[in-house]
């Protein structure tokens, strides 16, 4: 079963520029959430995607966008980037919108986004 | 406003020992609570979690407690190993749905 991957591990942008982050969920999952964590801060939610259309958002401006493709792989944009934007972004995907014992959030391993 | 605090940013605990991490909330909506591990350079990985019909789930070394009157969970870890040294983060949903809201977490060291 392969799980959650995400790319790049890495980037480095600088302010105003635009940025895609890629995520392919695991093997059978059809919903995918994008989540922020801040240096020292807790993941904080984005959005989530489920059969392609966004369907929950978070705190977050409308330059941070996304999609969600037929085989549910998603990106996450951020247009305009601002120097708070710096964060480990992590994707999470998971069977339906439960998150019960038998569909968890399974994770990726999150792509660090440094904004000069 | 953070709506699940975990106080305690770091906790050492000698190998062998319990280790009790602590997590509260304010939303009275909340009622799926979920624990994650994540070591670094890694994704956060799903622990263990509870549904606020109960006021305790075990697996293993890992139970979690749960006071809903208090608004108070806590994960407890026994015996305690070196290999679960990492950040455990508390999380919380409604209706046990997506999206879970975090606390900012709290780096458990054990030592050997």
């Known amino acids: 079963e392969t799980g959650v991957t995400q790319s790049p591990t890495h980037l480095i942008k600088t302010r105003g520029q635009q940025v895609t982050l890629r995520c392919s969920s695991q093997s059978g999952h059809n919903t995918v959430s994008w989540y922020q964590q801040a240096l020292g801060q807790g993941p904080q939610f984005i959005f989530q995607y489920y059969r392609e259309e966004e369907n929950g958002r978070g705190n977050f401006p409308p330059r941070f966008s996304g999609l969600q493709f037929p085989n549910y792989s998603s990106e996450l944009n951020v247009n305009a980037l601002e120097l708070d934007d710096s964060a480990l972004y992590l994707c999470?995907?998971?069977?339906?919108?439960?998150?019960?014992?038998?569909?968890?959030?399974?994770f990726g391993n999150g792509t660090r986004l440094t904004v000069t | 406003d953070q709506q699940v605090k975990q106080n305690s940013p770091s906790l050492s605990v000698q190998e062998g020992r319990i280790s009790i991490l602590n997590c509260d909330y304010t939303?009275?909506?909340?009622?799926?609570f979920l624990w994650y591990k994540k070591y670094p350079a890694e994704g956060p990985t799903f622990l263990i979690s509870i549904s606020s019909i109960k006021d305790k789930n075990e697996d293993g070394r890992f139970t979690v407690f749960l006071n809903k009157s208090a608004k108070h969970l806590s994960l407890h870890i026994v015996p305690s190993q070196p290999g679960d040294s990492a950040v455990y983060f508390c999380a919380a949903s409604s209706s046990g749905n997506t999206p879970l809201v975090f606390g900012k977490g709290t780096r458990l060291s054990v030592i050997a």
């Open positions: 939303n009275s909506m909340f009622d799926y």
């Open positions: 999470a995907s998971s069977r339906g919108q439960g998150v019960g014992n038998n569909s968890p959030l399974h």
